[in-house]
């Protein structure tokens, strides 16, 4: 299993990007999955449903199953956040894990930045940055620069820069 990250500040279109990135690897016969990384408290459960019921009785776990898909949710309580490692290590195995945010975290990533945010750019200080995407000129950047329209440009650095899991160093 290959991954690489798209990381870069809120609102730079990372979301965006990759909505249309993984119908265009899926079209180059690619198994792509995600892990996104949620910044704030979330809930995919809603008040009301039996399972949001469980978790409010104490469940750790409450595994949620259709015959269209499963979802576990596990209550953390007092435990700290999970490593990416961890959590890669748990998900099915497929050709590519595309993976939102952990913009710290020491895994190949693909930088997505939007002039408009006002934000400073990643890549000068995280030396995991493989390539850049934006709306904006970088002169001098010794990185590929590609477009934010540029889907098939990205697709292909996707292709060439991820990296096996087991080949990264997650320190």
Known sequence: MRVIGLAGWSGAGKTT?????????IA?????????????????????????????AGAREVLTVSAERWALQRELANEPEPALPSLLARMARVDLVLIEGFKRAAHPKIEIHRLANGKP?????DPTIVAVVSDAAFPGLALPL???DDIAGVAGIVQSCALPINEIDWC
Request: proline share 9%; net charge positive.
């Open 17 to 25: 990007l990759l909505d249309r990135l993984i119908p265009a690897l």
């Open 121 to 125: 750019p990643l890549h000068p200080d």
């Open 28 to 56: 180059r016969g690619l198994r792509v999955s995600t892990l996104k990384h949620a910044h704030h408290a979330f809930d995919i459960d809603r008040p009301g449903t039996d399972s949001w019921q469980h978790r409010q």
């Open 146 to 148: 590609l477009h934010l």
